[in-house]
């Protein structure tokens, strides 16, 4: 196949047609900026805190953020990386590697907080009782831990922005993930940005690759030269997503366009979300390390508490 707007032999082909190398790249950086356009994610006195684990998603969305800022002339604006080292052997520190030379060589300052350092144990540490004496899973805890020290040291730092990485196959599983699991409650703080309302306990979230497929996002990585560990993390399978992520990648082998359009019909009936979520619950502060909390303990603490007996 050749490119449909050049002789240049194609490198994908997408629903409008086949493209080249440049011609996706230049279709891949625009439709990242529309996003950021359209949701009004960045502004010119930012300063933005990019969640980064060295993977190929948190590397594009970096990279991106990073030229956006220029291409917009945003004087005032600073970006920086933050990485959450949980302490997965083999893997993280692979994928810290590619993530510390990418900064070194893009003169993006980076800073890497370990799990181990807030909740004394890693999450390898911590996996037998995971399992085996509490009955849950290894992305549950990741995913508290990852949350709680992402907000806690973006807002130390002084951010007003948190960029993340999600693209569009992991918006789509979240939304099904809430809906399977019946978490309407959830479903309003979904969204290319993340929460009801402004708070000033959380750092708002944007997720510039919100409307990028997954195969996409590593394509881009791949053309544009990026050191990326392409590997899973080797708890990844044991967590509720995996399965529905399996289902969804058959069902988009089956039916073009799935994905695309379980996103799509989410960004229609959101704003009726946010609206009848309007009444959130009253936001504390929890009395062990001062976090924000709906419930006297937040959760990373009461996890920390109960890994410990």
């Known amino acids: 196949m050749n490119c449909i707007h050049c002789s240049e032999k194609a490198v994908i082909e997408l629903q409008h047609g086949a493209l080249c190398k440049n011609h996706f790249l ?28 060295g993977g190929k998603d948190s590397l594009t969305v970096l990279y991106l953020t990073q030229k956006y800022i220029k291409k917009h002339k945003y004087k005032n604006a600073a970006v920086f990386a933050l990485a959450v080292d949980e302490g997965i052997e083999n893997y993280r520190e692979k994928t810290l590697q590619d993530l510390t030379k990418f900064c070194t060589e893009h003169n993006v300052p980076l800073t890497i907080v370990k799990s181990k350092d807030t909740f004394n144990k890693t999450l390898d540490e ?10 849950k ?7 508290v831990w990852r949350r709680y020290l992402l907000n806690k040291t ?25 809906i399977f699991k019946a978490n309407t409650s959830l479903a309003g703080r979904l969204g290319p940005v993340s929460g009801i309302k402004e708070n000033e306990h959380f750092t708002s ?10 195969k996409e996002v590593r394509l881009y990585a791949l053309l544009k030269g990026f050191q990326v560990h392409f590997a899973e ?24 366009g799935t994905k695309q359009g379980i996103v ?25 390390c001062g976090e924000a909390t709906s419930k006297e303990i937040c959760n990373a603490c009461a996890m920390k508490e109960e890994l410990m007996t």
Do not use: W
């Not at 979230?205 to 997954?214: G, I």
């Not at 799509?264 to 929890?286: D, V, W, Y």
């Open 26 to 53: 230049s279709h891949f950086e625009d439709r990242v900026f529309t996003t950021i356009n359209r949701y009004k994610m960045l502004g010119p006195d930012d300063l933005i805190c990019v969640a980064t684990s």
């Open 126 to 135: 911590t996996y037998q009782t995971i399992t085996e004496k509490k009955n």
């Open 137 to 143: 899973k290894p992305c549950h805890v990741c995913g």
């Open 154 to 178: 973006a807002k130390e730092m002084g951010a007003t922005k948190i960029v993340t990485g999600h693209n569009l196959d992991d918006e789509a599983q979240a939304i099904m993930m809430n």
């Open 205 to 214: 979230r944007v997720k510039p690759l919100y409307l990028c497929p997954e």
């Open 233 to 256: 993390c080797p708890y990844s399978k044991e967590g509720y997503r995996h399965h529905i992520q399996e289902m969804l990648n058959n069902f988009e082998e089956q039916y073009k």
């Open 264 to 288: 799509r019909s989410f960004l229609a009936i959101l704003p009726l979300l946010k609206e009848a979520q309007k009444e959130e619950k009253i936001i504390n502060t929890c009395t062990l």
